[in-house]
């Protein structure tokens, strides 16, 4: 049976359209399944900061440690004691209590309780951003479907429509 070009179009446009048809299909499946079940799509590089402080630290922070260390502060106490002008004394004094200062603020910023509030919070927010990313990305491909669906329903009625035309066992 000879078959003309129009069919022949027809058949490979509907052949590819249930190709690309079935591909969407499991990326909704795929979508479905990370909707009911979030935690298996977290399994990437970027999850492990989540996984603990220390690890939420390196991510996140340059080092949720002291930023003053204890050398810089006994060589910064040794020059003040070392010195014998008093109003140098005195700049070097309230330097060194403004660095005390901030080095409370910091530590108790970076306190292991504040540190796991940060981390859950962060990780709330990362996983609230997938969810949503994973609901467009399901709704997109819906519509992909949808579309494929009615291009492969009107390309079938043409090949339809092909065969009725060309006789069973014709040349043309």
Known sequence: MKRNILEIYAMVTCLLASFYGLAIASFC???????????????SDNDKQYASNDAF???NFQ???SSFDATSMT???NARSDSNNED??????????RWAKQDAEQQAKYSPEAI?????????VEK?????RTVMTLVHNIIQLFIISVFFFIHWKIGRKARAVTPVGSNA
Do not use: I, N, Y
């Not at 479905?32 to 799509?41: A, G, I, Q, S």
């Not at 140098?88 to 209590?97: C, S, V």
């Not at 609230?128 to 949503?132: A, G, P, S, T, V």
């Open 57 to 59: 630290c390196e991510a």
């Open 88 to 97: 140098t004394k005195k700049m070097l004094q309230e330097q060194e209590d």
């Open 128 to 132: 609230m951003l997938r969810h949503e």
């Open 29 to 43: 499946v795929s979508d479905t399944l990370f909707l009911v079940h979030p935690e298996w799509e977290m399994v």
């Open 63 to 65: 080092s949720c440690k």
């Open 116 to 124: 796991t509030k940060k981390r859950l919070d962060a990780f709330g």
């Open 75 to 77: 060589v910064f106490r």
